[in-house]
């Protein structure tokens, strides 16, 4: 089955750049979407296919994909931006799969 | 836009079975996939099955074959997950979610508010 692998925790200062990885074998080679989770809440789409937006998202979420890693990038990083992070792709022989999911802390 | 209403917590007995709906409004039922997430506690997100809006295919996880089973009514935009043989580690929240069938691996766009399922003797 396929397998994705994200850091249990990033922390960063308010103002400063937060990079969230989610690797994956050949990653690069697949649609890789992320989802904010704040606490008590339902997960929320920020980035869809590796660097896309929906409406309402800041710019300042941004994602890339490449070879084995994909990344989520927030940048000017905000405290509302404390939440978990996951990554998630479609897989041939194991269809959806999460990554285990970030803690951002914003310290 | 999509607006999921799931239905509300629940309480069951080791060997039960659960069934949660997921209502959708604000858009063509018959367009979305609707799929079912579930997250123990303090823990992530897992991916357990779907339903094509459309045309009622379904796909399971692996790891739920054989005691979870989605399916939909089309009539009442209404998405359902029965999972069954319930034991103490299925106590989780239960999300449903919906994504475009238009679209090639479409991203899980609307999630309900999620249904708390507590499996306890």
């Known amino acids: 089955s396929y397998v994705l692998t994200q850091p249990p925790s990033v922390s960063v200062a308010p103002g400063e750049t937060a990079r969230v990885t989610c690797g994956g074998s050949?990653?690069?080679?697949?649609?890789v979407h992320w989802y904010q989770q704040k606490p008590g809440q339902a997960p929320v789409l920020v980035i869809y296919?590796?660097?896309d937006r929906p409406s309402g998202i800041p710019e300042r979420f941004s994602g890339s994909n490449s070879r084995n890693t994909a990344t989520l990038t927030i940048s000017r990083v905000e405290a509302g931006d404390e939440a978990d992070y996951y990554c998630?792709?479609?897989?041939?022989?194991?269809?959806?799969?999460f990554g285990g999911g970030t803690k951002l802390t914003v310290l | 836009q999509v607006h999921l209403v799931q239905s509300g917590a629940e309480v069951k007995k080791p060997g039960a079975s659960v069934r949660i709906s997921c209502k959708a409004s604000?858009?063509?039922?018959?367009?979305?996939?609707m799929y079912w997430v579930r997250q123990a506690p303090g823990q992530g997100l897992e991916w357990m099955g779907w339903?094509?809006?459309?045309?009622?295919?379904?796909q399971y996880s692996q790891k739920f074959q054989g005691r979870v089973t989605i399916t939909k009514d089309t009539s009442a935009s209404t998405a359902y997950m029965e999972l069954s043989n319930l034991r103490s580690e299925d106590t989780a929240v239960y999300y449903c979610?919906?994504?475009?069938?238009?679209?090639?691996?479409?991203?899980?766009?609307?999630w309900g508010q999620g249904t708390l399922v507590t499996v306890s003797s």
């Open positions: 979610a919906s994504g475009s069938t238009l679209k090639e691996v479409p991203a899980f766009d609307y």
């Open positions: 604000g858009d063509t039922f018959t367009s979305h996939t």
């Open positions: 339903v094509n809006a459309g045309n009622g295919n379904t």
């Open positions: 050949y990653i690069g080679t697949k649609s």
């Open positions: 296919y590796d660097s």
């Open positions: 998630q792709v479609w897989d041939t022989s194991s269809d959806w799969v």
